[in-house]
């Protein structure tokens, strides 16, 4: 059973009005013997003058909380990859499948923790290996707020970046007209085998945890959150033939474009670079899961009936 003593805030990016509600959760945990610390950025953002570098969080704390919505708690669970410390998310926004807890619910949080009564996830996250070709790919956010470093490790010599998603990787076309012709295949020990190709604006590479997000949009499968699979799904397909598929994630998959065309690597639906012809992108299981604590009125099927209204 894991102690709890310090927990890390992060604030959803340009969003100072979160000042009072910070004020507020802080003096709830102070109530139960645990200390609030700020990130630098939300410090900076609400006008506080203590707050540390994400870095320096890592190495204190015991919980990291998300402030905002599923959005805030993405960017969070992949900067704070390999830290292996748990992450929750108060739900700030609409849907929230992933922010677990609603705003005024963070006393029921503190008395989980302080009694033990939660439990920890591990949760499958994939790794991609771009192999580039063209300029050199710049990340960049793409709704216009800063989520923080995606973890990355870049071998320029070999023009290989490495990545990770907790929802998906989107291949997807970035010219309004036209498509974009992705293939799909198994790497084995010898070689990369294809399986699949088609002609369409997309294909979207998803975690059982991301089944609910884009790929539920796009005619995907609805998988249960802590099973050990990746989910392939077109994005509206050029062709009748193609439909979701479920795959083992011990798969190593790669992906390529047979033409050339305007395309976009997307991770998580928060940064994107550009996905040229000759490119490859290589998914497979990251070697850490993350790490997702829930209270103990936890119910991923509670969860599902409220969200899709199911009688």
Aim: charged fraction near 20%.
């Amino acid at each position: 059973m894991r102690r709890f003593r310090n927990i890390g805030v992060i604030l959803r990016p340009n969003m100072p009005s979160l000042a009072a509600y910070y004020n507020e959760i802080k003096a709830i945990f102070k109530h139960y013997n645990l200390t609030t610390i700020l990130d630098s950025s939300s410090a900076e953002m609400i006008q506080e003058s203590e707050g540390l570098t994400f870095e320096e969080l890592l190495q204190c704390v015991d919980l990291l909380l998300a402030v905002g919505g599923d959005g805030t708690l993405l960017a969070l669970i992949r900067r704070s990859y390999g830290s292996q410390i748990p992450v929750m998310g108060v739900n700030m926004g609409r849907m929230g499948f992933l922010a677990e807890i609603y705003r005024n619910e963070v006393s029921l949080l503190c008395e989980c923790l302080v009694n033990g009564e939660y439990s920890i996830h591990e949760a499958l996250m994939l790794e991609g290996e771009l192999q580039w070709h063209g300029k050199y790919p710049l990340f960049v956010d793409t709704i216009g707020v800063h989520y923080g470093k995606t973890a990355c490790v870049h071998s320029v010599e070999e023009k290989i970046i490495h990545f990770f998603a907790f929802n998906e990787f989107t291949l997807m076309r970035s010219d309004t007209f036209g498509m974009i012709y992705p293939q799909i295949s198994i790497v084995t020990e010898q070689d990369c085998k294809p399986f699949n190709s088609f002609g369409g604006d997309g294909l979207l590479i998803s975690t059982p945890h991301g089944s609910t997000a884009y790929n539920i949009s796009a005619g995907g499968p609805i998988l249960y959150p802590f099973s050990e699979n990746i989910i392939l799904t077109p994005i509206c397909a050029h062709s009748l033939t193609q439909c979701p598929l479920v795959l083992s994630s011990d798969l190593v998959l790669c992906f390529e474009l047979l033409e050339p065309s305007a395309a976009s690597l997307l991770i998580d639906g928060q940064r994107r670079t550009k996905f040229e012809f000759g490119s490859r992108l290589f998914v497979r299981k990251a070697t850490q899961s993350a790490l997702l604590l829930h209270t103990k009125n936890y119910d991923y099927f509670k969860i599902l009936r409220e969200k899709f209204r199911w009688g």
